[in-house]
């Protein structure tokens, strides 16, 4: 029981456009920032979206973050068959007062 | 080039004691907060604990505070973590991760640099 709630998978054939959900609450998404992260199999996580909509160098431009109140979403444009990994969403709780992460969703390209 | 290596993981009984370590170079790591991630087989990731720079602030998550001891040697450019009283549901994969030079109390979680994880195994 994650305190972001992200939808276990995914799914998209290359090209398309497929959207992540995360969704929290007003003492977690609703009051800080969002972050994203990459884990393909068998390797440590990658930082791939930072403070809500912002990727730091080297990540493509396929990859936006966005944030709407205590949701947020990763949007991966172009699919490519190497985007194929989990996804997570992350943000600081100030209730828990530590940082939290979502369940991840594991994505599929078809 | 930065590069974090996690060593120290491994079998050990319920109860029983492990310190992770994680040797750090290709950056000042002085200069920077560092953190513990771990994530149990087949499951999400959950941060453990953070260290500030000098080691003077430290925080855990609610499920190991007491048990766990983070703490960092900056001379020998290294992080560790101490974990006591382990339980099976302490099993994971451990991370040391650095936290970005962005980062603020509630600007996290945000760790541009991983290690490649030190598997803990706590059974009997």
């Known amino acids: 029981q994650s305190v972001l709630t992200q939808p276990p998978s995914a799914s998209g054939t290359p090209g398309q456009r497929v959207t992540i959900s995360c969704s929290g609450s007003?003492?977690?998404?609703?009051?800080?920032?969002v972050y994203w992260y990459q884990q393909l199999p068998g390797t440590a996580p990658k930082l791939l979206i930072y403070?809500?909509?912002q990727r730091p160098s080297g990540v493509p431009d396929r990859f936006s973050g966005s944030k709407s109140g205590t949701s947020a979403s990763l949007a991966i444009s172009g699919l490519r068959s190497e985007d194929e990994a989990d996804y997570y969403c992350?943000?600081?709780?100030?209730?828990?007062?530590?940082?939290?992460f979502g369940g991840g969703t594991s994505l599929t390209v078809l | 080039e930065v590069q974090l290596v996690d060593s120290g993981g491994g079998l050990v009984q319920p109860g029983g004691s492990l310190r992770l370590s994680c040797a750090a170079s290709?950056?000042?790591?002085?200069?920077?907060?560092m953190s513990w991630v771990r994530q149990a087989p087949g499951k999400g990731l959950e941060w453990v604990a953070h260290?500030?720079?000098?080691?003077?602030?430290?925080d855990y998550v609610d499920s190991v505070k007491g048990r766990f001891t983070i703490s960092r040697d900056n001379a020998k450019k290294s992080l560790y973590l101490q974990m006591n009283s382990l339980r099976a549901e302490d099993t994971a994969v451990y991370y040391c991760?650095?936290?970005?030079?962005?980062?603020?109390?509630?600007?996290?979680?945000?760790?541009?640099?991983w290690g490649q994880g030190t598997l803990v195994t706590v059974s009997s």
């Open positions: 991760a650095r936290d970005s030079y962005r980062v603020q109390r509630a600007a996290r979680p945000d760790y541009d640099y």
């Open positions: 290709g950056f000042p790591f002085s200069s920077y907060w």
């Open positions: 260290i500030k720079k000098d080691g003077s602030e430290k």
């Open positions: 007003s003492s977690n998404i609703g009051s800080n920032y």
């Open positions: 403070w809500n909509d």
């Open positions: 992350a943000s600081w709780d100030d209730s828990l007062s530590g940082p939290v």
